[in-house]
């Protein structure tokens, strides 16, 4: 048994820090009593903590601080980076409709990524049974899809590789890449080239949608 997820280029909604897992710890403290007799309770402003991590995305070496909430995992890495476990989505509105995925153990390592759907019209695929397990998604529409850009020293020349999505399940910051047999979506996709033909001016955001 099979789960299909779908990309839809037309989508207007982006998945954001509202849209993960809330981290965030509620505490209620002692209750009192006032001097009138009533009882009050004391709770904390709930709050999100944050990381201050090294990385290369604009070429420069840099200190950035991110949400906890932006943390993924990867329980078995990234083929080519098999050692590393946690990665950092970064979502910058200078980069839309781009975001840029940050190794936390190495600042040199990090990928440009898009949601596929800005580069085709209708984009779908199988999740297995064991990857879907793997995942803890109960339900496709709550996973997000995102494609890693190879960037060569010609901008224009920009692909995305169709062909290995990730997986990425934004309630429980679980990530996954897998490998895709349908030749409609191909290694090397030109992303200034392609049906969606990503626009250097393009700023709409897109999110992946199961059916």
């Not at 949400?67 to 050692?83: K, Q």
Request: hydrophobic share 40%.
């Amino acid at each position: 048994m099979t789960t299909r997820a779908r990309t839809t280029a037309g989508d207007t909604g982006r998945l954001g820090p509202s849209d993960t897992v809330d981290a965030r710890a509620t505490a209620a403290g002692p209750a009192t009593t006032g001097t009138a007799g009533t009882v009050s309770t004391m709770t904390t402003v709930p709050t999100t903590r944050m990381l201050e991590i090294r990385t290369t995305r604009y070429g420069e070496m840099e200190t950035v601080q991110i949400s906890e909430d932006a943390v993924l995992a990867f329980p078995e890495g990234v083929p080519g980076f098999e050692r590393h476990r946690r990665f950092a989505l970064i979502e910058d509105p200078k980069l839309a409709p781009f975001c840029w995925l940050q190794s936390l153990h190495d600042p040199l390592v990090g990928v440009l990524v898009i949601e596929p759907g800005h580069l085709v019209a209708d984009y779908e695929f199988d999740i297995s049974d064991p990857d879907a397990d793997q995942l803890g998604l109960d339900d496709p529409s709550d996973a997000r899809v995102l494609s890693i850009l190879v960037v060569p020293e010609n901008v224009r020349a920009m692909t995305a590789n169709l062909q290995a999505p990730l997986i990425v399940n934004p309630l429980k910051r679980i990530a996954k890449q897998v490998i895709l047999t349908d030749e409609r979506f191909p290694l090397r996709y030109p992303v200034f080239g392609g049906a969606g033909a990503v626009s250097p001016v393009d700023q709409g955001p897109g999110r992946r949608r199961a059916c």
